[in-house]
Every structure is written in structure tokens, then in C-alpha cells.
Nanobody, 125 residues
Framework: VQLQASGGGLVQAGDSLRLSCTAS????????VAWFRQDPGKEREFVAA????????SIADSVKDRFTISRDDDMNTVNLQMNSLKPEDTAVYYC???????????????????WGRGTLVTVSS
């Protein structure tokens, strides 16, 4: 299974980006999907997750009120809308699929699988 994260780029502080996560040869419509990020030299950090149904989300405190997560199961896509970006949001962003069918939007990376290659987000000040 290949997860593809896309939509990253170089932006200025205050700008917005929309990241997308898609899967090849796999449908994740019955599982939660999450975004994590990692800056070189730092631990991987939870960003946001959406439940299998799309009705529940979890958002990290560091990005609350700025980032939203949504899913479009018809398109087999999960999106991360990032607004009011800050330099500290700079990282490689990864999406991953929960291990369990019918999963809630949990925040622990050990509960997720099929990590893609990530997409780099760079926010300049």
C-alpha cells in the first residue's frame, strides 16, 4: 500500500496550504486517517486525525484553530487545511492509516500504518 501526501511547498508566515493524502490500490474509507509531522532532529508530532466516519476529529493544541482535517471517501482522500501558517509549522508532513477498522481519531503514531513519503512544508518568517 502506498500513501501519497501532496500539497506542500514554501510559503510565508500567515499563508495557507492544503495537503492531500491519497492511497494507491487501497481504500481507507473504514479507518481513521491521521497527519503527523517531523522536523529534522525532532520527534514525530501528531497534527490531526479524522475518524473512519468523518464525524470526529482530533487536532493538536499547537495547530488548533488554524488547521482542519476532512475526508472525501468518494475520492479516497483526506485533506489537511492549514491556515495562518507559522515558521514553527515547518516540517515534513506524513499521513497514515489507522490499524483498526472503525477507528476513532487517535493521536498515537503506533496505532497507524502505511506511512507515505511525506510532503515538505516550509514556512518563512
Amino acid at each position: 500500500v502506498q500513501l501519497q501526501a501532496s500539497g506542500g511547498g514554501l510559503v510565508q508566515a500567515g499563508d495557507s496550504l492544503r495537503l492531500s493524502c491519497t492511497a494507491s490500490g487501497y481504500t481507507f474509507s473504514n479507518r481513521a486517517v491521521a497527519w503527523f509531522r517531523q522536523d529534522p532532529g525532532k520527534e514525530r508530532e501528531f497534527v490531526a486525525a479524522v475518524s473512519w466516519s468523518g464525524r470526529r476529529t482530533s487536532i493538536a493544541d499547537s495547530v488548533k484553530d488554524r488547521f482542519t482535517i476532512s475526508r472525501d471517501d468518494d475520492m479516497n482522500t483526506v485533506n489537511l487545511q492549514m491556515n495562518s501558517l507559522k515558521p514553527e509549522d515547518t516540517a515534513v508532513y506524513y499521513c497514515a492509516v489507522h490499524l483498526m477498522v472503525g477507528s476513532p481519531p487517535t493521536t498515537t503514531s503506533d496505532e497507524y500504518q502505511f506511512w507515505g513519503r511525506g510532503t515538505l512544508v516550509t514556512v518563512s518568517s
